[in-house]
Nanobody
Framework: QVQLVESGGGLVQPGGSLRLSCAVS????????IGWFRQAPGKEREGVSC????????YYANSVKGRFAISRDNAKNTVYLQMNSLKPEDTAVYYC?????????????????WGQGTQVTVSS
């Protein structure tokens, strides 16, 4: 059974950092692309970042470029999203998603499997 479980969310002050984790089970992470998405209240779910299975190439939305970093540890079946210099507009529920293949996308329709999400709140 495929499962993705996000963790690491919480309340942080502006300028602070958080590291989200996406632990996967039921499949071998080596062959899967992973994307991170977020959804703020009243807004559509948007792509934040992704990492490819073939060469660990990464992609970032302009809104997070230079502040967020995605990485993967296939041995631990886990993908991470390091978030630095957080802003109030980063507040959202963050989701990870998976799809087998070589290269990732931050298009939400690309992914087959989704986690339940973890809340990130940036506020003073």
């Amino acid at each position: 059974q495929v499962q993705l479980v996000e963790s690491g969310g919480g309340l942080v002050q502006p300028g602070g950092s958080l590291r989200l984790s996406c632990a996967v089970s039921g499949f071998t992470l080596d062959y899967y692309n992973i994307g991170w998405f977020r959804q703020a209240p009243g807004k559509e779910r948007e792509g934040v970042s992704c990492i490819s299975s073939s060469d660990s190439s990464t992609y970032y939305a302009n809104s997070v470029k230079g502040r967020f970093a995605i990485s993967r540890d296939n041995a631990k079946n886990t993908v991470y999203l390091q978030m630095n210099s957080l802003k109030p507009e980063d507040t959202a529920v963050y989701y990870c998603a998976a799809r087998q293949g070589r290269y990732c996308s931050i298009y939400r329709g690309f992914y087959d499997f989704w986690g339940q999400g973890t809340q990130v709140t940036v506020s003073s």
